[in-house]
């Protein structure tokens, strides 16, 4: 079983920057691909951006590239996602996502590839 917690969230101004995290708890998390994904009111959940559980791969979807930078530190079983230049329209609850099978790192987009959601945390852009 694994649980994921995130945190870093909040009000920023357009053009500002967050770091957001998420810790996981089990012995696992260094073997499963994680990923972050997005959901902002009256919207489909978004994908953002996937780490894999070795070489550190990352992906990102086309409204992370070149702003957000994925990360993980899995002796801290934690993932990052820092994201710079932050426009109103990043406004959304992010939530980091588990891979359900270990040692796996496709179908990046689609939801039930990931057994297990963290809460999320708001993250608010102003104009």
């Known amino acids: 079983q694994v649980q994921l917690v995130e945190s870093g969230g909040g009000l920023v101004q357009a053009g500002g920057s967050l770091r957001l995290s998420c810790v996981g708890s089990?012995?696992?998390?260094?073997?499963?691909?994680m990923s972050w994904f997005r959901q902002a009111p009256g919207k489909e959940r978004e994908f953002v951006a996937a780490?894999?559980?070795?070489?550190?791969?990352?992906y990102y979807g086309d409204s992370a590239k070149g702003r957000f930078t994925i990360s993980r530190d899995n002796a801290k079983n934690t993932l990052y996602l820092q994201m710079n230049d932050l426009k109103t329209e990043d406004t959304a609850v992010y939530l980091c996502?588990?891979?359900?099978?270990?040692?796996?790192?496709?179908?990046?987009?689609?939801?039930?590839?990931?057994?297990?959601w963290g809460q999320g945390t708001q993250v608010t852009v102003s104009s």
């Open positions: 089990g012995p696992t998390f260094s073997r499963r691909s």
């Open positions: 780490i894999s559980w070795i070489d550190y791969v990352t």
């Open positions: 996502a588990s891979f359900r099978e270990e040692l796996s790192f496709g179908d990046l987009a689609r939801l039930s590839v990931y057994g297990w």
